[in-house]
């Protein structure tokens, strides 16, 4: 049996914060691949065209063997769930144990989504602490017990891991609302990825 992570995302833009993530949950957890997928119609965001968040995605994670991009959420209708990422893609990779990873802020609304008691079992879920409220990585675990109180009172158990990580306030919103100001995003994205930015004008109040 195969070990692999689904990193979902709107990535808009990808930033070092998500690839710092996505690498240490490789280092500490026995999995081999890490699958990310960019959300195609993001529920409540606007974001840049798919396309976009796609090219960005691979240029950054090109030189990782064991990261991958999928555009399974591509040619998808509608709204884009979560659940049907993750049976989407069972269907390519058959006989595999599922983690699923995500920042202790999209954690913590699990129990809202979609499906999200049935999708909570059918994973494990690896969270990353976030600089939010400021939340110390005691909070971060009292977080994390208590959306599996809340999902476990529907449902069976819920496997969780919090990832020890070097807590970082870089958010693709933040990249966004720099380059707008016309400030710096270096060391915030990768140097292609900023290039990229650059070169489609994707954030200035022009693209907006
Ligand atoms: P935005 O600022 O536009 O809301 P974002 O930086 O949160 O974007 P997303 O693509 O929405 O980026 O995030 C994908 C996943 O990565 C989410 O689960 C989010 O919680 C997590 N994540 C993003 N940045 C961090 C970070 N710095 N630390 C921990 N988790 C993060």
């Known amino acids: 049996m195969q070990h692999i992570a689904i990193f979902g995302g709107t990535f808009d833009p990808i930033h070092y914060g998500h690839l710092l993530i996505a690498e240490t949950a490789l280092e500490q957890i026995p999995i081999e691949k890490v699958i990310w997928v960019p959300s195609r119609n993001p529920p409540h965001k606007k974001a840049a065209a798919f396309e976009?968040?796609?090219?960005?995605?691979?240029?950054?994670?090109?030189?990782?063997?064991?990261?991958t991009v999928s555009s399974v959420e591509m040619n998808h209708a509608g709204t884009s769930y979560a659940i049907d990422t993750l049976i989407n893609l069972s269907a390519g990779y058959p006989n595999t144990?599922?983690?699923?990873?995500v920042g202790l802020d999209t954690f913590q609304t699990l129990p809202r989504w979609y499906r999200g008691h049935e999708l909570a079992?059918?994973?494990n879920w690896l969270v990353a602490p976030r600089l939010l409220g400021g939340e110390t990585?005691?909070?971060?675990?009292?977080?994390?017990k208590q959306v599996k109180q809340q999902l476990?009172?529907?449902?069976?158990?819920?496997?969780?891991?919090?990832?020890?990580?070097p807590l970082m306030g870089v958010s693709s919103s933040l990249v966004r609302k720099l380059y707008?100001?016309?400030?710096?995003?270096r060391y915030l994205?990768?140097?292609?990825?900023?290039?990229?930015?650059?070169?489609h004008d994707l954030y200035s109040d022009k693209s907006e």
Not at 97 to 101: A, D, K, Q, R
Not at 137 to 144: T, V
Not at 180 to 185: E, F, H, N
């Open 52 to 67: 976009h968040r796609l090219s960005m995605l691979q240029l950054a994670t090109r030189d990782h063997p064991a990261f």
């Open 97 to 101: 144990y599922w983690y699923w990873i």
């Open 121 to 123: 079992q059918m994973c």
């Open 137 to 144: 990585i005691a909070q971060s675990e009292l977080i994390c």
């Open 152 to 165: 476990e009172n529907q449902s069976d158990a819920i496997h969780w891991h919090l990832l020890h990580i």
């Open 180 to 185: 707008r100001a016309g400030k710096s995003i």
């Open 189 to 199: 994205v990768p140097e292609d990825v900023k290039h990229y930015i650059a070169d």
